[in-house]
């Protein structure tokens, strides 16, 4: 396997998702996760950056593992990066570290999209 043989890599790059919104306003993650999903599920995508402000509040009651379910369909397909943004930072980022404490972990043989 060569760089060339694999190129080009398809990114999805998002940020800012959050599990609610303003009162009123669209519920930004809702309307972006199906296409995510979609674009996963139909090989369109190699790896998607998550750049911070993942769940919003990941500490309020179960709204982290929500936002882990929302996106474990696409997660577990393609590589799903995550960075802090300044949503993971309550608790000195004790969520953010529950929820990702093995990001990045090496992936199995049965685990690598062929």
Known sequence: LTVSSVLPQKFIIV?????????????VSRSVLPWITNEVDNNRVDM???LGDLGYRLSSGNRGKRFMNDISQSSRKVPYMVNVGNHECEYN??????????MPA??????VKT
């Not at 940020?15 to 519920?27: A, E, K, L, N, V």
């Not at 980022?93 to 093995?102: G, V």
């Not at 090496?106 to 685990?111: F, G, I, K, N, V």
């Open 15 to 27: 940020g800012d998702m959050g599990t609610s919104s303003p009162p009123g306003s669209p519920m």
């Open 48 to 50: 998607i950056l998550h």
């Open 93 to 102: 980022f004790a969520y953010y570290n529950q929820f990702f404490r093995n």
């Open 106 to 111: 090496p992936a199995t043989d049965s685990e």
